[in-house]
């Protein structure tokens, strides 16, 4: 069964209406909901945006079913050991909702601007590939160690890795649950599906729902305006129809999971609409059927 994950960055609304936004999706049969990881809004700096870990918190708080988790969370804010102690708490206080995504942080500027780090992108996979070392450790996944906390998380905290380069695949074959692709790289899921291992496929992809009472050019154009020209094949525009076809055909490539965003900010009435047709559809059309 396909699940279905809202991703929905934490930025221009406020806090409110993102516990309202996960309760709607939670509603409309989402398996999920997924947050970014970022000191300023990526490509809106003067944009707010809420802080990653207290917004997964409070959402986890205010929902009942919905998986928490982030696309993901930058390893280098965070010092592993304290970042284990964050999601033992959070997934013993969810209810063993919480999942870890954690990445190696992709946009250098801002690590640079706060002090953070100047490291280059090859340093900072080093640096992710030791702090999931750590994080097992502290999980006591590796052996006793001198990092064991305790204590130790009751059920299993499934690990998301991305990426695509050679390296990072290595990572994701050794440490992931989840492999998530983004959806410019959807082209390339044959030619990197056995380069995962065991790790279980998802992906990202940006959506301009065309929803009742909406033209496809009206929330073309208003997906561009607000994103910019440079989502290019990261946005997938369509109806109902449209939309549970082009999922229908990634899962029966063998993607797992959707992590969905919605260029409307996803508003209640666009999840419940979402939820009432292209779940169900997709849905439907994975049942196997007799001969």
């Given amino acids: 069964m396909v699940e279905w994950f809202l991703f929905l960055p934490q930025i221009r609304v406020p806090v409110a209406d993102i516990v309202e936004r996960a309760r709607a999706a939670e509603s409309a049969g989402f398996t999920g909901v997924a947050f970014m990881d970022h000191l300023l809004a990526p490509g809106a700096e003067q944009v707010p945006i809420w802080e990653a870990m207290t917004v997964a918190s409070w959402v986890a708080a205010r929902t009942d079913r919905l998986r928490i988790g982030h696309l993901v969370l930058c390893d280098a804010f965070r010092h592993p050991a304290v970042l284990a102690k964050q999601a033992v708490t959070l997934q013993e206080a969810s209810g063993g909702r919480f999942e870890l995504g954690l990445g190696s942080g992709s946009v250098p500027r801002e690590l640079v601007r706060f002090g953070i780090t100047g490291e280059r992108a090859a340093q900072r996979r080093e640096r992710l590939e030791r702090s999931l070392e750590v994080l097992t450790q502290c999980w006591g996944m590796a052996g006793a160690t001198e ?67 909406r033209s496809a050019d ?16 990261g946005l997938r525009c369509g109806d109902a129809d449209e939309l549970a076809a082009y999922f229908t055909g990634l899962a029966r490539g063998g993607v797992e999971r959707f992590y969905v965003w919605f260029t409307d900010l996803a508003p209640p009435e666009t999840l419940a609409e979402f939820g009432e047709s292209v779940l169900p559809a997709v849905e439907r059309a994975l049942v196997p059927t007799g001969r």
Avoid: C
Avoid at 163 to 191: C, D, F, H, Q, T
Avoid at 218 to 233: A, K, L, M, N, P
């Fill in 218 to 233: 009206e929330v073309y154009q208003q997906s561009t305006r607000r994103f910019g020209d440079h989502v290019g094949d």
């Fill in 147 to 213: 990092y064991v906390q305790a204590p130790q998380p009751a059920t299993p905290i499934p690990l998301v890795l991305g990426g695509v380069s050679a390296p990072m695949l290595e990572l994701v074959r050794k440490y992931a649950n989840w492999w998530n692709l983004p959806a410019p790289e959807i082209g390339r899921l044959p030619e990197l599906l056995p380069a995962v291992g065991g790790a279980r496929v998802s992906v990202q992809q940006m959506v301009g729902f065309v929803g009742r009472g």
